[in-house]
């Protein structure tokens, strides 16, 4: 199985390295790609956007074609999972925020997104969640977006402070929090197991 962890800006490193983990303790023989250029993508089996700045995120995949992969092979079923910043980039709808830097956003993701909806008391902290398909859990959540919105085919699998943070659609997984930064594979697990 070949995963690609998009590279150009965030947590990248961890993501790679919580995902062999992850691939090693599943039994599964695996490698784990850094992506900044295109034609990595669309020879991959599952691909993850991590966390970071949004704005810049996407300003460069889009700059190069790798968005326009990423697009491409979520449309052919292959599982993508955007966490906190990667999660706006896969959304479909964003806020005012997004609208005024001008972030143009992937659509993979039937949702409504708010960036740092948490505000400045709350910039990051850890809260035990109840995610659907792996229990109970310790998330990490740095200047994290919610899920404003939902559409009718979207799994809503864990809520906070009765805002939504974590979510699937079909073969596309989004998370307001970091599970690239806890010594938990659980969610990496869970979402290898999408391929
Ligand atoms: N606040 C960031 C953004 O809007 C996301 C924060 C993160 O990924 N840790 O892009």
Not at 6 to 14: A, I, K, N, S
Not at 24 to 44: A, F, Q, W, Y
Not at 67 to 83: L, R
Not at 102 to 117: F, P
């Amino acid at each position: 199985m070949r995963v690609a962890v998009v590279g150009v800006q965030g947590d990248v490193e961890e993501h790679v390295s919580i995902t062999e983990k992850s691939l090693k303790s599943l039994g599964i023989d695996g490698e784990v790609l850094t992506v900044r250029k295109p034609g990595i993508v669309s020879k991959s089996d599952a691909v993850i956007i991590p966390g970071g700045e949004s704005t810049t995120i996407s300003k460069l995949i889009w700059k190069d074609g790798v968005a326009k992969e990423i697009i491409e092979i979520a449309e052919s079923g292959c599982p993508v999972m955007g966490t906190c910043a990667g999660l706006i980039v896969i959304s479909k709808y964003g806020d005012d925020q997004v609208r005024k830097t001008g972030t143009k956003l992937l659509e993979l993701l039937d949702v409504r997104i708010k960036r740092n909806a948490f505000g400045r008391q709350r910039e990051s902290f850890e809260a035990t969640l109840n995610i659907e398909g792996i229990g109970e859990y310790d998330a990490i959540f740095i200047r994290a977006p919610v899920i404003e919105e939902a559409g009718n085919g979207v799994k809503v699998l864990a809520e906070f402070d009765g805002k939504i943070v974590a979510v699937r659609e079909k073969n596309i997984l989004g998370l307001s929090f970091h599970p690239e930064l806890t010594g938990d594979v659980r969610i990496h697990q869970y979402f290898l197991t999408m391929v």
